[in-house]
Protein backbone atom coordinates (compact mmCIF):
# COMPACT_ATOMS: atom_id res chain seq x y z
CA UNK A 1 0.00 0.00 0.00
CA UNK A 2 2.66 2.69 1.00
CA UNK A 3 4.63 1.88 -2.29
CA UNK A 4 1.77 1.98 -4.04
CA UNK A 5 0.64 5.13 -3.11
CA UNK A 6 3.96 7.39 -3.02
CA UNK A 7 4.78 5.96 -6.44
CA UNK A 8 1.13 6.83 -7.98
CA UNK A 9 0.82 10.20 -7.13
CA UNK A 10 5.08 10.98 -6.57
CA UNK A 11 3.84 11.78 -2.87
CA UNK A 12 4.11 15.52 -3.49
CA UNK A 13 4.11 18.19 -0.35
CA UNK A 14 3.95 21.62 -0.38
CA UNK A 15 7.01 23.57 0.74
CA UNK A 16 5.48 26.52 2.31
CA UNK A 17 4.19 24.79 4.91
CA UNK A 18 7.26 23.48 6.50
CA UNK A 19 10.43 25.20 8.20
CA UNK A 20 13.84 25.48 8.41
CA UNK A 21 13.52 24.23 4.34
CA UNK A 22 15.28 25.82 1.11
CA UNK A 23 15.01 25.30 -2.29
CA UNK A 24 18.50 25.80 -3.77
CA UNK A 25 18.35 25.57 -7.99
CA UNK A 26 21.44 23.56 -9.14
CA UNK A 27 23.48 24.03 -12.41
CA UNK A 28 20.80 21.99 -14.51
CA UNK A 29 17.06 21.96 -14.73
CA UNK A 30 16.77 19.99 -11.10
CA UNK A 31 16.22 21.81 -7.85
CA UNK A 32 17.49 20.07 -5.18
CA UNK A 33 16.29 20.95 -1.13
CA UNK A 34 18.54 21.88 1.50
CA UNK A 35 17.78 21.64 5.09
CA UNK A 36 18.82 23.28 8.05
CA UNK A 37 21.65 24.77 5.72
CA UNK A 38 22.56 21.43 5.01
CA UNK A 39 22.29 20.23 1.40
CA UNK A 40 20.11 17.28 0.36
CA UNK A 41 19.22 14.95 -2.81
CA UNK A 42 15.71 15.58 -2.26
CA UNK A 43 14.40 16.66 -6.11
CA UNK A 44 12.07 19.45 -5.97
CA UNK A 45 9.84 20.01 -9.12
CA UNK A 46 8.33 23.50 -10.36
CA UNK A 47 4.34 23.03 -11.01
CA UNK A 48 2.67 26.35 -11.92
CA UNK A 49 4.67 28.02 -9.64
CA UNK A 50 4.75 26.11 -6.84
CA UNK A 51 7.22 23.88 -5.49
CA UNK A 52 6.53 19.98 -4.50
CA UNK A 53 9.04 17.24 -3.49
CA UNK A 54 8.81 13.33 -2.68
CA UNK A 55 7.46 12.94 0.89
CA UNK A 56 10.21 9.92 1.55
CA UNK A 57 12.76 11.74 -0.08
CA UNK A 58 11.72 14.02 2.51
CA UNK A 59 11.73 12.15 5.67
CA UNK A 60 14.94 10.30 5.04
CA UNK A 61 16.67 14.03 4.35
CA UNK A 62 15.02 15.12 8.13
CA UNK A 63 15.77 11.92 9.26
CA UNK A 64 11.78 11.38 9.74
CA UNK A 65 9.33 8.45 9.06
CA UNK A 66 6.33 7.90 7.61
CA UNK A 67 3.30 6.09 8.65
CA UNK A 68 0.05 5.55 6.19
CA UNK A 69 -3.28 4.92 7.37
CA UNK A 70 -6.04 4.75 4.86
CA UNK A 71 -5.97 8.06 2.90
CA UNK A 72 -3.95 9.51 5.69
CA UNK A 73 -0.44 9.85 5.47
CA UNK A 74 2.06 10.90 8.90
CA UNK A 75 5.30 12.40 8.39
CA UNK A 76 7.00 12.58 11.78
CA UNK A 77 9.86 14.41 12.05
CA UNK A 78 12.68 13.93 14.66
CA UNK A 79 13.42 15.68 17.51
CA UNK A 80 16.59 17.43 16.19
CA UNK A 81 14.68 18.51 13.05
CA UNK A 82 11.92 20.26 14.99
CA UNK A 83 14.60 21.94 17.78
CA UNK A 84 16.82 24.89 17.51
CA UNK A 85 20.13 23.39 18.37
CA UNK A 86 20.93 24.36 22.23
CA UNK A 87 23.47 26.80 22.15
CA UNK A 88 26.91 26.22 23.85
CA UNK A 89 27.18 26.71 27.55
CA UNK A 90 29.89 28.50 28.59
CA UNK A 91 32.75 26.31 30.30
CA UNK A 92 32.73 27.27 34.17
CA UNK A 93 35.63 27.56 36.52
CA UNK A 94 37.86 25.16 35.90
CA UNK A 95 38.72 23.13 38.87
CA UNK A 96 42.17 24.06 39.44
CA UNK A 97 41.88 27.80 39.48
CA UNK A 98 38.68 27.24 41.89
CA UNK A 99 41.31 25.85 44.26
CA UNK A 100 44.29 28.40 43.58
CA UNK A 101 41.54 31.47 43.77
CA UNK A 102 39.40 30.08 47.29
CA UNK A 103 43.35 30.22 48.59
CA UNK A 104 43.76 33.27 47.51
CA UNK A 105 40.33 35.08 48.22
CA UNK A 106 41.25 33.54 51.89
CA UNK A 107 44.45 35.50 51.98
CA UNK A 108 42.94 38.77 51.04
CA UNK A 109 40.49 37.93 54.00
CA UNK A 110 43.21 37.39 56.57
CA UNK A 111 45.17 40.33 55.27
CA UNK A 112 41.88 42.52 55.73
CA UNK A 113 40.77 41.20 58.97
CA UNK A 114 44.26 41.49 60.50
CA UNK A 115 43.83 45.39 59.06
CA UNK A 116 40.54 45.83 60.18
CA UNK A 117 41.15 44.36 63.87
CA UNK A 118 44.32 46.67 64.56
CA UNK A 119 42.11 49.43 63.65
CA UNK A 120 39.13 48.72 65.94
CA UNK A 121 41.20 47.58 68.73
CA UNK A 122 43.75 50.22 68.61
CA UNK A 123 46.64 48.61 67.52
CA UNK A 124 49.78 49.49 66.16
CA UNK A 125 49.74 49.43 62.47
CA UNK A 126 53.18 48.58 60.91
CA UNK A 127 54.73 48.11 57.24
CA UNK A 128 56.35 45.25 58.19
CA UNK A 129 53.55 43.37 60.08
CA UNK A 130 51.05 44.06 56.99
CA UNK A 131 53.72 42.98 54.45
CA UNK A 132 53.74 39.74 55.54
CA UNK A 133 49.59 39.38 54.50
CA UNK A 134 50.78 40.87 51.72
CA UNK A 135 53.16 38.74 50.10
CA UNK A 136 51.09 35.78 51.19
CA UNK A 137 47.62 36.93 49.67
CA UNK A 138 50.20 37.80 46.48
CA UNK A 139 51.89 34.17 45.99
CA UNK A 140 48.32 32.81 46.46
CA UNK A 141 47.46 35.24 42.99
CA UNK A 142 50.36 34.37 41.43
CA UNK A 143 49.23 30.87 41.75
CA UNK A 144 46.02 31.65 40.73
CA UNK A 145 47.20 33.16 37.30
CA UNK A 146 49.17 30.44 36.51
CA UNK A 147 45.99 27.93 37.33
CA UNK A 148 43.63 29.97 35.00
CA UNK A 149 43.06 27.59 31.84
CA UNK A 150 40.08 29.11 30.18
CA UNK A 151 38.12 32.21 29.55
CA UNK A 152 36.16 31.97 32.39
CA UNK A 153 38.82 31.07 34.70
CA UNK A 154 41.35 34.51 33.03
CA UNK A 155 38.17 36.91 33.59
CA UNK A 156 38.13 36.05 37.21
CA UNK A 157 41.10 36.01 37.45
CA UNK A 158 41.07 39.73 37.02
CA UNK A 159 37.97 40.31 39.13
CA UNK A 160 40.55 38.94 41.98
CA UNK A 161 43.62 40.75 40.76
CA UNK A 162 41.32 43.85 41.62
CA UNK A 163 40.31 42.56 45.14
CA UNK A 164 43.97 42.23 45.72
CA UNK A 165 45.35 46.03 44.58
CA UNK A 166 42.05 47.12 46.47
CA UNK A 167 42.95 45.59 49.60
CA UNK A 168 46.58 46.78 48.84
CA UNK A 169 45.37 50.10 48.49
CA UNK A 170 43.46 50.38 51.82
CA UNK A 171 46.44 48.56 53.61
CA UNK A 172 48.81 51.32 52.53
CA UNK A 173 46.27 54.22 53.21
CA UNK A 174 46.29 52.64 57.10
CA UNK A 175 49.34 52.46 57.27
CA UNK A 176 50.23 56.24 55.88
CA UNK A 177 48.28 57.53 58.37
CA UNK A 178 49.70 55.72 61.21
CA UNK A 179 53.46 56.89 59.85
CA UNK A 180 52.26 60.62 59.88
CA UNK A 181 50.80 60.17 63.39
CA UNK A 182 47.21 60.85 62.09
CA UNK A 183 44.40 59.95 64.94
CA UNK A 184 42.40 56.76 63.52
CA UNK A 185 39.24 56.53 64.95
CA UNK A 186 38.26 52.54 65.51
CA UNK A 187 35.24 52.84 63.71
CA UNK A 188 36.96 54.26 60.45
CA UNK A 189 36.47 51.43 58.11
CA UNK A 190 32.95 52.07 58.21
CA UNK A 191 32.55 54.90 56.18
CA UNK A 192 35.45 53.97 54.26
CA UNK A 193 34.47 53.30 50.61
CA UNK A 194 36.99 51.38 49.55
CA UNK A 195 36.34 48.99 52.61
CA UNK A 196 33.19 48.95 51.47
CA UNK A 197 34.05 47.81 47.85
CA UNK A 198 36.05 45.25 49.08
CA UNK A 199 33.70 43.91 51.25
CA UNK A 200 30.99 43.78 48.81
CA UNK A 201 33.55 42.22 45.76
CA UNK A 202 34.48 39.84 48.54
CA UNK A 203 30.45 38.82 48.88
CA UNK A 204 30.48 38.91 44.92
CA UNK A 205 33.10 36.49 44.22
CA UNK A 206 32.31 33.84 46.74
CA UNK A 207 28.90 33.59 44.64
CA UNK A 208 31.16 33.11 41.96
CA UNK A 209 32.80 30.38 43.63
CA UNK A 210 29.63 28.68 44.74
CA UNK A 211 28.20 28.52 41.38
CA UNK A 212 31.70 27.59 39.67
CA UNK A 213 30.58 30.26 36.70
CA UNK A 214 31.60 33.29 36.04
CA UNK A 215 29.61 36.61 36.94
CA UNK A 216 30.45 40.31 37.16
CA UNK A 217 28.16 42.44 38.35
CA UNK A 218 30.76 45.27 38.63
CA UNK A 219 31.39 45.08 42.15
CA UNK A 220 34.80 43.95 41.62
CA UNK A 221 35.57 47.05 38.94
Not at 76 to 88: C, F, N
Request: glycine content about 4%; charged content about 20%.
Amino acid sequence: MREKLSHAIMTLLWLAFMPNLLVSPAADENRYLTVNGLPSQVVVLQINGRSYADLEALARAVHGSLAFNGNQIALTLSPSAVSPPASPTAPGLSRDFLKAGIEAMSNVREWHSALANAIRNQHPIGENWLAAFRDQAGTSLRLASVAASTDSDRSALLLLTNEFNNMKQLSDKYVAKRQSASYIAPDSLQDDDLEKKIVTCGHALAAMVASSQFQDDGSCQ
